[in-house]
């Protein structure tokens, strides 16, 4: 008697259940992983449902899955994550771009303007994945990003080649240190702002603490933006945060501490309070 066919089909449901012990997209994981194994667009499963998989597909996808179960992003395993329809080089020097970064990116492109050049800085760049999007959006812009992990840059400074962003300056350093001297028309930052002890964290060993944990309110590295951003922005220039659900009143009452106005907080995608802008 033989063994039934390993189809793309049964080989996703069984993953699929398998993944819903530790992920809330384990379906969506499941087919990541395959089309990722097999080299094929995701909608190559869709349409060959019957396919079945030889035993190197077979067993890389069963490696796959172990590595997913244990908890490790699906972007890891990979090495890629689409951001703002870009598909970027992502590592475990690297946060994990989130979907709701989409709101700050978003907002920053309703103020920057399409017809005049202007300057941007991007802190704690990481991947790139906000820097890019907004070279992207606005080529006439120039962007800076910093961050100060030497190979957190390597990897956006490979995600701007390979999307031919030539808008982009990368730079070493500690949030605004390393532009010190410098004036910008716009400030945007997706900082670390998960308390030390948030169990959560737990869940995300995978990720770069330093680009997670700020301190036991979560909000260290946004008291340090907040307090030097304003330096170096240009007269009616704004300032964009990324921050906790949370973290709204908390926020904005750092911002307002540090003597900027028009403190205005905006929702994502689901609701949730998650990008504060305010102005010098």
């Known amino acids: 008697m033989s063994l039934p066919a390993i189809t793309i089909e049964n080989s996703l449901a069984d993953a699929a259940e398998r993944l819903a012990e530790v992920s809330d997209s384990p ?78 990116v978003e907002q920053a492109l309703l103020l920057i303007p399409r017809d005049r050049p202007c300057r941007i800085l991007d802190l704690g760049t990481g991947s790139g994945a906000i820097a890019l999007a907004l070279a992207s959006e606005r080529p006439n812009c120039e962007i800076v990003a910093t961050d100060a992990s030497r190979d957190a840059l390597e990897i956006a400074k490979e995600n701007a080649k390979q999307h031919e962003l030539d808008n982009i300056r990368f730079v070493e350093g500690t949030w605004t240190e390393p532009v010190a001297d410098e004036c910008f028309d716009f400030v945007v930052a997706n900082p670390p702002y998960v308390r030390d002890d948030d169990p959560a964290l737990d869940e995300l060993r995978y990720e770069p603490r330093s680009a997670l944990a700020a301190g036991p309110d979560g909000l260290d590295a946004i008291r340090r933006i907040a307090e030097d951003a304003g330096r170096i922005l240009a007269a009616n220039g704004t300032l964009f945060l990324e921050h906790g659900a949370d973290q709204r009143n908390a926020v904005a009452d750092v911002l307002r501490q540090t003597g900027w106005t028009g403190i205005e907080c905006i929702n994502d995608l689901a609701g949730h309070p998650r990008v504060t802008k305010a102005a010098r």
């Open 27 to 104: 379906r969506l994981d499941a087919e990541t992983l395959l089309a990722w194994v097999l080299d094929a667009p995701r909608s190559h499963l869709f349409t060959h449902p019957e396919a079945e998989l030889n035993d190197r597909a077979a067993r890389a996808f069963s490696a796959a899955l172990a590595r997913r179960h244990q908890g490790e992003p699906v972007a890891y395993i990979t090495g890629s994550k689409e951001f703002w329809s870009l598909l970027l080089k992502v590592t475990r020097d690297t946060l994990v771009p989130r979907p709701e970064t989409e709101t700050l």
